[in-house]
């Protein structure tokens, strides 16, 4: 047969998106043409292809090969069409042709039709070798959702796949293993699932543990509320007081994914090739910390093929921005509206993209320049207006957004040279744990969010059951110190928070006093 037809895909975002590969062997003169709006990359599996199946000892076909990937309108980019185009080809000629060593025809095998259900993905070695693509568990979710049965892949990508229930995985090392299961003469193995082991590392869990960061028990107990509500967070203190020791302790409390939302972190950092080497999905939170010089596209996400941004691959995590006032305004801006909305719509001349942001911002900064302004032990060195234009770098509208501001002041030499006797990871991550299977319960029974943070303002009316003295206090805060609207409502989802902490069934004046506690200190400076 002159033309023939295979399944393969694409990832437009976080989707995945079926693509025909069409080929057509017709007479001319020797030549391969692919059209259907291929990038550099796609245009190049022409010559990955030709090396790859001569090297498989086939002959590639003497006359005019066309590859058409439909649909045509659709940008289509990376390596991942190098399999299909090959195997479209093969199935195009109707004969697979094999060589001697000399070059000459040897014998010639028809090859069997393939079943439409069947999709096939993978880039080319020059040898033949396959080699593993990005945003395959994109790809294998789009293939469920089509209803496609069968993928043909790379070994390497067949455990992240494998998280995909339902669908039946034929993995290949080499295109030598694929060509005698077009022949129809050995079927190629089925992959086995197996259950991913999780392991995590111990290193990494003791040099973070809470047990030995020393003192600062304001800035630990924000840290459980932060973590217990998925509330945004700004530690601010002089140079060396432990503001990036906390926050890197932040993964030692927070609770482990759900199966949901593995699969969402899991798709991001597949497309971006970031997925774990093992296979399977990823089960702790993401935990990104971008250096200050990023650029806005590198944070939000973008570019000429739109890829998720840092803010994308901390999803159900933390984004931690240390030196916070270093980086780019138009980078914080940005920041404002996926806060709030969780999503991140990137629009290009070609289309738009949106991307999930639902992620808890952790940032630390100085109070100055030099770091010392306020600092009971150094004496700042910064004139008032250069304090000023520093701390001006966040925004108030940045600045509402963000729930807990907290002083982290210079421990004494004293204290950090005793041993250690801090509530240790473990126990906070238990109340954190404890915390949320609150609100997940109340969100579940109310149908409203399970996490505080997310709480809409109607959701938070109905959530929040205030007591009479909790009103009056919160009520004259707001008028004392010119609290927005949109800060009294952060003022209360914190409280919320506090109080689940507290398993108390209601918001107390405790509660609603220590929530004001955490605002900034320009907004509720005694």
Same mark, same amino acid.
């Given at each position: *047969?002159?033309?023939?037809?295979?399944?393969?895909?694409?990832?437009?975002?976080?989707?995945?998106?079926?693509?025909?590969?069409?080929?057509?062997?017709?007479?001319?003169?020797?030549?391969?043409?692919? /059209?259907?709006?291929?990038?550099?990359?796609?245009?190049?599996?022409?010559?990955?292809?030709?090396?790859?199946?001569?090297?498989?000892?086939?002959?590639?076909?003497?006359?005019?090969?066309?590859?058409?990937?439909?649909?045509? @309108?659709? #940008?289509?980019?990376?390596?991942?069409? @190098?399999?299909?185009?090959?195997?479209?080809? *093969?199935?195009?000629?109707?004969?697979?042709?094999?060589?001697?060593?000399?070059?000459?025809?040897?014998?010639?095998?028809?090859?069997?039709? *393939?079943?439409?259900?069947?999709?096939?993905?993978?880039?080319?070695?020059?040898?033949?070798?396959?080699?593993?693509?990005?945003?395959?568990?994109?790809?294998?979710? &789009?293939? #469920?959702?089509?209803?496609?049965?069968?993928?043909?892949?790379?070994?390497?990508?067949?455990?992240?796949?494998?998280?995909?229930?339902?669908?039946?995985?034929?993995? +290949?090392?080499?295109?030598?293993?694929?060509?005698?299961?077009?022949?129809?003469?050995?079927?190629?193995?089925?992959?086995?699932?197996?259950?991913? /082991?999780?392991?995590?590392?111990?290193?990494?869990?003791?040099?973070?543990?809470?047990?030995?960061?020393?003192?600062?028990?304001?800035?630990?107990? &924000?840290?459980? /509320?932060?973590?217990? =509500?998925?509330?945004?967070?700004?530690?601010? =203190?002089?140079?060396?007081?432990?503001?990036?020791?906390?926050?890197?302790?932040?993964?030692?409390?927070?609770?482990?994914?759900?199966?949901?939302?593995?699969?969402?972190?899991?798709?991001?950092?597949?497309?971006? $090739?970031?997925?774990? *080497?093992? =296979?399977?999905?990823?089960?702790?939170?993401?935990?990104?910390?971008? %250096? %200050?010089?990023?650029?806005?596209?590198?944070?939000? $996400?973008?570019?000429?093929?739109? #890829?998720?941004?840092?803010?994308?691959? +901390?999803?159900?995590?933390?984004?931690?921005? @240390?030196?916070?006032?270093?980086?780019?305004?138009?980078?914080?801006?940005?920041?404002?509206?996926?806060?709030?909305?969780?999503?991140?719509?990137?629009?290009?001349? &070609?289309?738009s993209v949106t991307f999930p942001a639902r992620f808890m911002l952790v940032a630390a900064q100085n109070p100055c320049p030099c770091g010392y302004w306020r600092d009971s032990q150094r004496q700042c060195v910064c004139a008032p207006s250069q304090v000023l234009r520093y701390q001006q770098k966040i925004s108030g509208p940045m600045l509402d957004r963000i729930d807990l501001v907290v002083d982290v002041p210079r421990q004494s030499s004293e204290v950090l040279l005793t041993e250690p006797h801090e509530a240790p990871s473990s126990a906070v991550r238990a109340e954190v744990i404890a915390a949320r299977d609150r609100q997940r319960a109340r969100g579940v029974a109310l149908g409203i969010a399970t996490l505080n943070a997310r709480l809409s303002a109607s959701e938070l009316r109905t959530a929040s059951a205030l007591d009479d003295d909790a009103k009056q206090v919160l009520l004259k805060a707001a008028d004392r110190y010119h609290l927005s609207s949109r800060a009294t409502l952060r003022t209360?989802?914190?409280?919320?928070?506090?109080?689940?902490?507290?398993?108390?069934?209601?918001?107390?004046?405790?509660?609603?006093?220590?929530?004001?506690?955490?605002?900034?200190?320009?907004?509720?400076?005694?």
């Open positions: *047969m002159p033309t023939a037809k295979v399944l393969s895909a694409t990832v437009v975002g976080l989707t995945g998106v079926l693509v025909e590969v069409e080929v057509d062997v017709g007479p001319g003169l020797p030549q391969c043409t692919i /059209v259907g709006l291929p990038d550099a990359a796609v245009r190049e599996s022409r010559d990955r292809v030709r090396a790859a199946i001569r090297n498989c000892k086939v002959a590639f076909p003497r006359t005019r090969v066309t590859v058409n990937l439909a649909p045509a @309108d659709l #940008k289509k980019e990376g390596p991942a069409f @190098d399999l299909p185009i090959a195997a479209a080809i *093969m199935l195009a000629h109707g004969r697979v042709e094999f060589e001697r060593e000399d070059g000459e025809p040897d014998t010639s095998v028809a090859v069997v039709p *393939m079943a439409d259900r069947t999709l096939f993905v993978g880039e080319l070695a020059l040898d033949g070798a396959l080699r593993p693509v990005v945003g395959i568990l994109s790809i294998a979710l &789009a293939a #469920k959702r089509l209803g496609i049965t069968t993928i043909i892949l790379p070994e390497a990508n067949a455990p992240e796949a494998a998280a995909v229930a339902g669908l039946r995985l034929l993995p +290949a090392a080499h295109l030598a293993q694929i060509i005698p299961h077009l022949l129809g003469q050995e079927q190629l193995r089925v992959y086995e699932r197996r259950e991913a /082991v999780h392991v995590e590392d111990p290193y990494e869990l003791q040099h973070n543990d809470l047990a030995y960061v020393h003192g600062l028990a304001s800035a630990k107990r &924000a840290l459980a /509320v932060a973590a217990a =509500g998925g509330h945004n967070l700004l530690f601010v =203190g002089p140079p060396g007081t432990g503001k990036s020791l906390l926050a890197k302790a932040i993964p030692t409390i927070l609770p482990p994914l759900t199966e949901e939302e593995a699969l969402e972190v899991t798709m991001a950092h597949s497309v971006v $090739g970031l997925a774990p *080497m093992r =296979g399977g999905l990823l089960r702790e939170r993401p935990f990104r910390a971008p %250096h %200050h010089s990023a650029s806005d596209i590198a944070i939000i $996400g973008g570019g000429q093929v739109p #890829k998720p941004g840092e803010i994308s691959l +901390a999803h159900h995590g933390v984004l931690f921005l @240390d030196e916070f006032p270093e980086f780019k305004r138009p980078v914080l801006e940005a920041l404002r509206q996926p806060l709030e909305d969780g999503a991140v719509t990137v629009s290009r001349a &070609a289309g209360l989802r914190v409280a919320r928070t506090i109080a689940d902490l507290a398993a108390a069934p209601a918001i107390a004046t405790t509660h609603i006093t220590e929530a004001l506690t955490y605002r900034p200190k320009e907004q509720v400076a005694a």
